[in-house]
C-alpha cells in the first residue's frame, strides 16, 4: 500500500516542533509498503498543499498526526480543530482510509472520532496497533476487534477497543529517521527533540500526559538515548540544541542522573533543555545538568499560593518552588517557570498572590498563561462560561506585567511574537526563546549559547 503520514501542526510559536511522534510510528510501519511524508508546518496555505500531495502520491491510507487540541499560547481551540477538519476532508477526497493519532487526539478521542469522523482512530501510544491495523488493511479485512486501542466505526456505531495489555519496550521501538524532516526545522530554530521515557507518575489535576503516555514509566537505556544524541547532530545538519520532551525529564531523579552522568562520560556538547519538576529535584541533579550541557528548565510551577497547589495535586508546595529555584541559580541552569492561571475554583486574589510570588522568586523567565481547558473545544457554552473570568485575570496581569519585565504572557504577545522571535534567531540566539529574553531589552546581551556552539 501507499500510505501519507500527514503532520497537521502548523504552529510556529515559540518555535515550529519537529514531528517526533509521527517518526516513530513511520518507522513502525510494517515493511513493503511505500511511505511518503507530509509536512504542513512551513505551507503558506496547508490544506491545498496537501490536496496537492496527495492527488500526486494517491495514497491508500492517510495517517494524520494531531499534535494539539488548543493553541500553544492557551488562547483557545476552535481554529485547531477547524484546522484539523479540514485536513480530514482532504484526505477525504482521496479516497483513501483516513486514521487520525497523536497526542492531541489521544486526549479526547472519543468526541475527535464523532467530530472530525476519520475512519479509525488510534489513542496512547500508536507503535503497537499501527502495524496491526497497516495489516488487517492490506488483506482486505474488516475485523479490527484484535487491535488494541483502536477507535473505528462499524455500521456507522463507533466501536471503542480495550487498550492493549501492556505498554511497548521504548528501547525496542525502530528509531525515527529525522533524515525525512523539512530542513528548516534545523535552519529556523536549530533545536531537535528527543524522549528518554514515556509515562508520567503525578496526578495533576489538568494534565493529560497520563491520558496520552499512561502512568507507569518506561525508561530508556541511557546510553541508548545518548547514542541517538550523537545520531541526530549527524543526520540533522543544523541542530545547535536539542529539547528532551519527555514529560518531566527529571523523574524519577535516578534516571535523570544517569543520563547527566552518560552525556558528561561521552563529551556531549550541544546545549539541551527539559521540561522539569520541583519533585525529585535536589543539587546534585542541577550540577549533574550544568554539567552535561544543560541550557534551561522549564519547570511546571503553577501557582504561588499553597492551596491552589494542593487543588491542583501538584504534590509540592511554593518552597519547594523556591529551592528548585535558588539550587538552578547556584548550578548556572536558567529556571523558567510556568503559571496557569484562572483555574478552576481560583480566585483573583490568588492570581495577585501569584504574581507577587513570581516577582519575588525573581527566575529567569516566567511564562504566564490563563486556563482553558480541553473539553472547551467540544462544548461552546462551557467556553462562554469561563471567558469573563479569564478576561478579568488578563487584565489584572496587564496591571502587574511591568513590576517583572522577564514575564512572557504568549496570550497577549507579551514577550511572545514572531517579528520578535526571528530578530533574536538573526542574532544567532540558539534555543528556546525564551533563554535569551534578557536580549530583547539589551540587544548587545551575549550570555547565551550561540548557533554553532559547541
Known amino acids: 500500500m501507499r500510505i501519507a503520514f500527514v503532520s497537521g501542526n502548523i504552529e510556529h510559536l515559540p518555535d515550529p516542533v519537529a ?20 509536512d504542513l508546518c512551513f505551507e503558506k496555505d496547508p490544506i491545498a498543499t496537501l490536496g496537492t500531495e496527495l492527488s500526486a502520491f494517491r495514497p491508500d491510507v492517510v495517517a494524520v498526526g494531531m ?67 497497516v495489516a488487517a488493511l492490506a488483506t482486505g479485512s474488516n475485523s479490527f476487534g484484535h487491535i488494541g486501542g483502536l477507535h473505528w466505526f462499524r455500521r456507522g456505531e463507533l466501536v471503542v477497543n480495550p487498550p492493549p495489555p501492556a505498554f511497548l519496550d521504548l528501547d525496542a521501538l525502530p528509531a525515527p529517521d529525522r533524515t525525512l524532516l523539512d530542513p528548516r526545522y534545523a535552519t529556523e530554530n536549530g533545536i531537535a527533540n528527543v524522549q528518554t521515557k514515556r509515562g508520567c507518575p503525578l496526578h495533576c489535576d489538568y494534565c493529560t500526559y497520563p491520558v496520552i503516555e499512561g502512568r507507569a514509566i518506561r525508561r530508556r537505556e541511557p546510553s541508548r538515548v545518548v547514542d541517538e544524541l550523537f545520531r541526530i547532530v549527524d543526520e540533522v545538519p543544523g541542530t545547535n ?25 561521552r563529551g556531549w556538547a550541544v546545549p539541551w533543555t527539559a521540561y522539569a519538576n520541583p519533585l525529585g529535584f535536589d543539587q546534585e541533579l542541577a550540577e549533574l545538568m550544568a554539567q552535561a550541557r544543560c541550557a534551561g528548565l522549564e519547570i511546571g510551577s503553577d501557582s504561588g499560593v499553597d492551596a491552589v497547589l494542593d487543588r491542583l495535586k501538584k504534590g509540592f508546595d511554593t518552597g519547594a518552588v523556591r529551592s528548585m529555584s535558588r539550587l538552578c541559580k547556584q548550578a548556572g541552569v536558567r529556571d523558567c517557570h510556568t503559571f496557569i492561571l484562572a483555574t478552576q475554583g481560583e480566585t483573583l486574589d490568588d492570581v495577585r498572590r501569584t504574581l507577587d510570588f513570581v516577582i519575588d522568586l525573581d527566575p529567569f523567565a516566567a511564562i504566564l498563561m490563563t486556563w482553558v481547558d480541553d473539553e472547551e473545544a467540544m462544548d461552546p457554552s ?12 488578563r487584565a489584572l496581569i496587564a496591571r502587574k506585567q511591568e513590576e517583572f519585565p522577564r514575564w512572557i504572557i504568549p496570550g497577549e504577545g507579551k514577550n511572545f511574537d514572531r517579528r520578535m522571535f526571528r530578530a533574536l534567531r538573526r542574532f ?10 534578557q536580549a530583547v531589552d539589551d540587544p548587545d546581551a551575549r550570555s547565551v549559547p550561540r548557533l554553532g556552539a559547541a
Open 19 to 38: 514531528p517526533l511522534g509521527l517518526l516513530y510510528v513511520m518507522a513502525a510501519t510494517p515493511a513493503g509498503h511505500e511511505k511518503k511524508l507530509v
Open 67 to 133: 499534535r494539539n487540541i488548543q493553541n500553544s499560547d492557551y488562547s483557545g481551540t476552535s481554529t485547531t480543530i477547524a484546522h484539523y477538519a479540514a485536513i480530514v476532508e482532504a484526505a477525504r477526497k482521496s479516497s483513501a482510509k483516513v486514521v487520525l493519532g497523536g497526542s492531541g487526539f489521544s486526549v479526547i478521542p472519543r468526541a475527535l472520532m464523532q467530530r472530525l469522523a476519520p475512519d479509525f482512530g488510534i489513542a496512547g501510544e500508536a507503535e503497537g496497533a499501527w502495524p496491526q491495523l
Open 241 to 265: 540544541h536539542v529539547f528532551i520532551v519527555d514529560s518531566v525529564f527529571n523523574l524519577p531523579p535516578r534516571h535523570a542522573k544517569a543520563i547527566c552522568r552518560e552525556m558528561i562520560a
Open 382 to 393: 462551557l467556553a462562554a462560561s469561563r471567558r469573563a473570568f479569564r478576561d478579568e485575570v
Open 428 to 437: 544567532g540566539l540558539a534555543g528556546p526563546l525564551w533563554q535569551h529574553i
